[in-house]
């Protein structure tokens, strides 16, 4: 699990979820949605389309008052750049 790898390796969650994505990113084969509930992707999506693909994560977690962590958002767009 996510949690015992930030345990193991001594680092944050959302840095393992930054790993993950990552990779995801380079092509390994990771099912990235089993991370992300369809409702969070779906509005993240919309976030990325009201707020014309910033660049930083900030600008989306603000944009969701808080209430969608990073590590779901960075999640989520990587998810979403494979559907680019």
């Known amino acids: 699990s996510i949690p015992?790898?930030?345990?193991v390796r001594k680092l944050a969650e959302?840095?393992?979820f930054s790993?993950?994505?990552?990779?995801y990113d380079e092509g390994k084969d990771?099912?990235?949605m089993q991370f992300i509930d369809k409702n969070d992707l779906e509005?993240?999506?919309?976030?990325?389309?009201i707020l014309e693909d910033p660049d930083t994560l900030k600008a989306y977690f603000e944009h969701f008052e808080e209430a969608i962590p990073y590590a779901t958002?960075?999640?989520g767009l990587?998810?979403?750049s494979k559907e680019d």
């Not at 790993?19 to 990779?23: A, D, E, P, R, V």
């Open 43 to 49: 509005s993240i999506k919309k976030a990325k389309e």
């Open 19 to 23: 790993h993950i994505s990552k990779l």
């Open 78 to 80: 990587a998810v979403l």
């Open 30 to 32: 990771i099912n990235l």
């Open 73 to 75: 958002i960075r999640v």
């Open 14 to 16: 959302t840095t393992i």
């Open 4 to 7: 015992e790898i930030a345990e």
